[in-house]
Structures are given as structure tokens and as C-alpha cells.
């Protein structure tokens, strides 16, 4: 067993009371900005986060569907030629280039917003997702896979400018089917990741001005008129 002599102590006591003074002293910077927060908890009506995140999701599905369109291209051939449509497999591939350059660009921006968001974030209390989870482990988790599939998007833009401008630029398929078979799964990747933020906004009310009202005893019919 360890005996903490008396000085220890006193120097303990004493610790903690200069911290509780330089928390009171010295306040946090979301403090300076509290009073311009709105019932959503946020500094503007409309949250940024889930708008950049479907963004996101949209820009990459589409640039994967389009590859996978060109790559399989000798089987369509004929029935868009069939259907007179003017396309050619190089357009489907720019396609797919073009919108997985761009998701990987506003990427940085939806993680960035949904950082910002996080720290003004102020879930309903005692409630637990369909996994059992609290508000706090939910968003957790959400941050720290949010930041993973960032940098994965960006591994697999660079991978796939290396086929389109060196490994591949001479092929008429420019991307491998490994490279389609990782996409499909990161596509399914950011479906079960995106359920925990689906989950913060309807079991913990985050950033949801009626759950957010609600909690706080407010009259909806009052405030809507």
C-alpha cells in the first residue's frame, strides 16, 4: 500500500484549487461565442456537416458507377450504339476521374465542418443508440472513421491518377478491377460509418432544433406560429 505523506497532500489540495481557479479565470473559447448560437446549438440555421457528407458520398459513388460503366464498356457497346447514345469509354472514365478528385477535395471540408460541429454539440442526455452506445463514444467514433476514410479517399485518388496518367494511360480501361472491388467497399464502408451520424441526429437529437427545443421544455406551437 503507498502512504502519501502530509506535504504530498497539501500540495494535491492545493493543485486542484489553482486549477478550479484557472478554469474559472480563463474560459473556453466556445464560451465567446455562446451567446450567437442558435436552438440547433450552432452558429447558423442549416448544419454544413451532413450537407458536405452527402456531397461527398454523391461525388465518389458516381465516380466509382462511372468506371465501372468504362470498364465494362466491350459488354455495353453494343446497346448504346443500339440507342444511338454518343458516348465513348474514355468519357466514362473522365467521369470517374473527375468526381473522385472532387470528393477527395470536399472531404477535407465535410471533416473539418463536422469537427467544428462536434464541440458545439449537446446530445440529449441518458439516451443510448440501437448499438448500446452513448453520445459521446457515438461521436467518438464517428470523428476517428470519419478521419480514417478521409485519408483512405485520398489514397485511392492518388492510385487512381496513377492509373489514368502512368500505369494504365495506355490501356483502354484506365482503372484495375482491383481498384473497383476496393471502391464498391469503401461505398459500402461509408454507408455503416454514416449510420453513426444518422444516429446522432435521431437518438441524440444533435444539432436538431425541435429534439433540441423539446429537451428544454419549449413550446414548438409557440415558437412556429
Same mark, same amino acid.
Given at each position: 500500500?503507498?502512504? #502519501? ?32 448560437? %442558435? ?12 450537407? /458536405?457528407?452527402?456531397?461527398?458520398? %454523391? ?29 465513348? @469509354? ?11 478528385? +472532387? ?5 477535407? #471540408?465535410?471533416? +473539418? ?21 452513448? +453520445?459521446?463514444?457515438?461521436? /467518438? ?18 492510385? @487512381? %491518377? ?47 432544433? +425541435?429534439?433540441?427545443?423539446?429537451? @428544454? ?9
Amino acid at each position: 500500500m503507498i502512504i #502519501f505523506n502530509h506535504n504530498f497532500s497539501s500540495e494535491l489540495s492545493s493543485l486542484k484549487c489553482f486549477n478550479y481557479l484557472f478554469c474559472l479565470l480563463i474560459k473556453s473559447p466556445i464560451s465567446e461565442i455562446s451567446d450567437k448560437l %442558435g436552438p440547433n446549438d450552432l452558429p447558423y440555421k442549416i448544419p454544413l456537416h451532413p450537407n /458536405l457528407v452527402h456531397l461527398t458520398i %454523391g461525388l465518389f459513388a458516381i465516380g466509382i458507377f462511372f468506371d465501372i460503366v468504362g470498364a465494362f464498356y466491350p459488354f455495353e457497346k453494343r446497346i448504346l450504339r443500339f440507342f444511338a447514345f454518343p458516348v465513348t @469509354r474514355v468519357g466514362f472514365h473522365d467521369v470517374g476521374w473527375y468526381n473522385v478528385l +472532387a470528393a477527395s477535395f470536399i472531404t477535407f #471540408f465535410t471533416v +473539418a465542418t463536422g469537427f467544428f460541429e462536434m464541440l458545439l454539440a449537446v446530445p440529449i442526455p441518458e439516451v443510448k443508440s440501437i448499438l448500446g452506445q452513448s +453520445a459521446i463514444s457515438t461521436m /467518438l467514433w464517428h470523428a476517428v472513421g470519419g478521419v480514417a476514410i478521409l485519408f483512405i479517399m485520398i489514397s485511392m485518388t492518388i492510385w @487512381r %491518377g496513377y492509373q489514368r496518367f502512368i500505369f494504365r494511360k495506355d490501356f483502354g480501361r484506365q482503372v484495375s478491377w482491383s481498384y473497383i472491388f476496393f471502391g464498391s467497399l469503401i461505398l459500402i464502408l461509408m454507408g455503416l460509418h454514416g449510420s453513426l451520424g444518422a444516429w446522432l441526429a435521431s437518438d441524440f437529437g444533435v444539432h436538431i432544433t +425541435a429534439d433540441q427545443l423539446l429537451v @428544454r421544455g419549449e413550446d414548438l406551437n409557440q415558437i412556429f406560429q
